[in-house]
């Protein structure tokens, strides 16, 4: 019995491993390299919206994001926040980032190949 628990807690953090700020970042720039909606980035990041007004509030001071009313009230990258996942996907590649998650590692390899 107490193997099953055990195996369970285990299969529980394969499932759900926690994002640190950075893999958050990335993917609400990656997210919104066309224009999105806010309910659109809850749903693509997968976070509630207390953590998304903090990380938006964030990535809009850093001058990564920006907001906009046409065609309609949203975000959309800047110019900065490109740069930005364009160091991180070399990164990647090279292997350099030393982060073991994949989510973002993917994601940014992904729009490397579709910007470069």
């Known amino acids: 019995m107490a193997r099953s628990t055990l195996e369970f807690g285990h299969d529980a953090e394969k499932k759900q491993e926690k994002r640190d700020k950075l893999d958050l970042m990335l993917e609400l720039l990656i997210a919104s390299i066309e224009p999105v909606k806010k309910t659109h980035l809850l749903y693509r990041t997968k976070i509630n919206h207390a953590q998304l007004s903090r990380y938006l509030r964030l990535v809009l001071d850093l001058g990564m994001l920006k907001e906009i009313s046409d065609p309609f ?5 800047t110019k900065k926040g490109r740069i930005t996942l364009e160091l991180f996907a070399k990164l ?3 292997g350099v980032t030393g982060n073991d998650k994949e989510i973002s590692s993917d994601r940014l390899l992904q729009h490397s190949m579709v910007t470069g």
């Open 92 to 94: 990647v590649q090279k």
């Open 73 to 77: 009230e949203g975000y959309v990258i």
